[in-house]
């Protein structure tokens, strides 16, 4: 029941205004679009893409922002908020943060060079949020390809979907806490590159535990097929990530996308789509919040 044209009479300039603030983000840091789109990724598999991801903890309100995929890691909250007050300015308490989060991650990936699709839109604001439906649904970096594939299809994903989705990991970071074991352990990685990533992520955990490093080692600012290249290269940085290319199932599908750039970029669209309609609130369900960090 989402639709493109959700808000054409409501909010005729929506989709420049979180362009506009998107785009100048990104200009200050690339980065940030890596961040975006993690965030509506982090949201959707939580309870669906309802926003929950945004509300903040208060004395009384325990949220999803100190889950542990989160906790230190999901960024990216303070460019919501100048989304939502942009959006706020040209049609007051019309559209949901859920919908601005799902923009955003679009025009993220369209301004380092991924596709674009046409957005679904119509969901409405959670008044609740999980963090111990964060801590169980979004999915580890210590995953094996069953568990990755499992928690895809929880939500709806197919194998594919979650194959295509995981392409995301050609733009932005990673935290050394996220890559040790894999670095220091694992034998079906490139010697020469764990041995770069060691150089900025020490053996001993607790020390440089957030240090960063790209989880695309070429391309880390473009939205490009690298990822599946590395993987074929047994360059994949997360444990998680390697799991895809590891003589496995899923092997041929990452090959395909490693020499198909267009099909990677057409699958990756459609994929996001059927992402963005992991159980949305429509309706009289929830609410069209004022601030996407606290209910009304
Ligand atoms: C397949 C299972 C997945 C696992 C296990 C996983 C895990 C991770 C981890 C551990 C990080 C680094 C976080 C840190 O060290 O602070 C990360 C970063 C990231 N993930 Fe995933 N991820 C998965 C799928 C996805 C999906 C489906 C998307 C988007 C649709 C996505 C988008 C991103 C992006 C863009 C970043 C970089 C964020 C930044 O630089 O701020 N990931 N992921
Ligand atoms: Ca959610
Ligand atoms: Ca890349």
Known sequence: QLSPGFYSKSCPKLFQTVNSVVRSAIQKEARMGAS????FFHDCFVNGC?????????????GEKRAAPNFQSARGFEVIDQIKSAVEKVCPGVVSCADILAIASRDSTVTLGGPSWNVKLGRRDARTASQAAANNSIPAPTSNLNRLISSFSAVGLSTNDMVVLSGSHTIGQARCTNFRARIYNESNIDSSFAQSRKGN?????????????????????KFDNNYYVNLVNKKGLLHSDQQLFNGVSTDSTVRGYSTNPSKFKSDFAAAMIKMGDIKPL??????IRKNCRRRN
């Open 282 to 287: 429509t309706g009289n369900n929830g609410e």
């Open 201 to 221: 992520c020490p053996r001993a955990s607790g020390s440089g535990d957030n240090n960063l490093a790209p989880l695309d080692l070429q391309t880390p600012i």
């Open 36 to 39: 975006l789109l993690r965030l």
């Open 50 to 62: 309802d926003g929950s991801i945004l509300l903040d903890d208060t004395s009384s309100f325990t």
